[in-house]
């Protein structure tokens, strides 16, 4: 059940992108993932049911608290976090690796189109929300997006 405790915020988040986080480029990324997962879709799915904007699996808990055993939703198994606050740290803390190269799963090099091809099931329609929210190249990467370089447009 979707819950928030406005700890990051300072109000709570729900499905309205105006309450979401962001104060720099990896929080960019997160607001485009969670769109691309159907956050913005609110209850009834489970990125926003689960607390877990990225649709996140086991082991990119990030430290954040958990409520339950993960739950299993198109072909994966889905982390259940106890608050939506929990859910976006996680998912920064998932790109912030991954721009600065200690991310185990995907190497910085990475374009968004591998990225997408590991991350999503249905990886087409994730790409394209993706880079279409953050306006880049699907051949660029994310940390040219967060550190400048080429692939933004």
Not at 1 to 19: F, K, V
Not at 73 to 95: P, Q, V
Not at 121 to 128: E, L, T
Request: glycine share 12%; net charge negative; hydrophobic share 30%.
């Amino acid at each position: 059940m979707h819950s928030s405790d406005s700890s990051l915020t300072g109000a709570a988040i729900t499905e309205d992108p105006s309450t979401w986080p962001g104060s720099d480029k990896v929080w960019n990324i997160c607001k485009a993932v969670a769109r691309a997962e159907g956050y913005h879709l609110g209850p009834g799915t489970a990125p926003y049911d689960l607390n877990n904007p990225g649709d996140l699996s086991p082991e990119d808990e990030a430290g954040q608290k958990t409520c339950g055993n993960p739950q299993h939703h198109d072909g994966s198994d889905i982390i259940n976090f106890c608050e939506a606050e929990g859910g976006w740290r996680a998912l920064h803390a998932k790109f912030d690796r991954i721009v600065a190269g200690r991310s185990k799963a995907y190497p910085q090099s990475w374009t968004w189109r591998q990225i997408a091809g590991q991350y999503a099931g249905n990886s087409a329609p994730w790409i394209a929300n993706v880079t279409k929210y953050l306006g880049v190249d699907p051949a660029s990467t994310p940390a040219q997006y967060v550190n400048g370089g080429a692939g933004t447009g």
